[in-house]
Antibody, heavy 121, light 110 residues
């Protein structure tokens, strides 16, 4: 059974960098598929942040692209998110997920439980 | 980037049928996937592709698509189906490498 688990600080100060890691078990990232980050501000909808392939190829939401970096560590079977210059608007539950599919069918089949990150001084 | 629009809320009587729709230009190029999210929990994939259900998803959930609209139908809604539902597809604008989520629909089972 594939499992994903997010970890990282639950509180980040404004203007600092948010850093999260997603540990994957039950499947080797090196075997394929894309891996992504999705967030959900309190009481609001889901927003795709970006995705990464095991080779390191990345794709980011254009609205966040200037502040986002997603990286992968296949030796630890995990991938990470960095979001710089955070503001209160970045307060959200952050999820990691596995993306499967090929044209014209794509979907996120496994999700982590999510971790709440609050931006506050 | 593309947008996916959903009705904010719908209600359904216990045991009846409810259809949730998702509209957007990207749905002319890509199939929608659908996610159920209960309070305090992570989203769960319920439908993907033309009409595919992951293992463990009841067959009362079904999907369809026509033009720029995708639909999720719950036939014989149960109390445990009360949740928020989100559609998602690849973004057909720009370089087609991004993803967009729908605005979400809250389903209430009466």
């Amino acid at each position: 059974q594939v499992q994903l688990q997010e970890s990282g600080p639950g509180l980040v100060k404004p203007s600092e960098t948010l850093s999260l890691t997603c540990a994957v078990s039950g499947y080797s990232i090196s075997s394929g598929y894309y891996w992504g980050w999705i967030r959900q501000p309190p009481g609001k909808g889901l927003e795709w942040i970006g995705s990464i392939y095991h080779s390191g190829s990345t794709y980011y939401n254009p609205s966040l692209k200037s502040r986002v970096t997603i990286s992968v560590d296949t030796s630890k079977n995990q991938f990470s998110l960095k979001l710089s210059s955070v503001t209160a608007a970045d307060t959200a539950v952050y999820y990691c997920a596995r993306r499967r599919g090929s044209d014209p069918i794509y979907y996120f089949d496994y999700w982590g439980q999510g971790t709440l990150v609050t931006v506050s001084s | 980037s593309s947008e996916l629009t959903q009705d904010p809320a719908v209600s359904v009587a216990l045991g009846q049928t409810v259809r949730i729709t998702c509209q957007g230009d990207s749905l002319r190029s890509y199939y929608a996937s659908w996610y159920q999210q209960k309070p305090g929990q992570a989203p769960v994939l319920v439908i993907y592709g033309k009409n595919n259900r992951p293992s463990g998803i009841p067959d009362r959930f079904s999907g369809s698509s026509s033009g720029n609209t995708a639909s999720l139908t719950i036939t014989g809604a149960q109390a445990e189906d009360e949740a928020d539902y989100y559609c998602n597809s690849r973004d057909s604008s720009g370089n087609h490498l991004n993803y967009v989520f729908g605005t979400g629909t809250k389903v209430t089972v009466l």
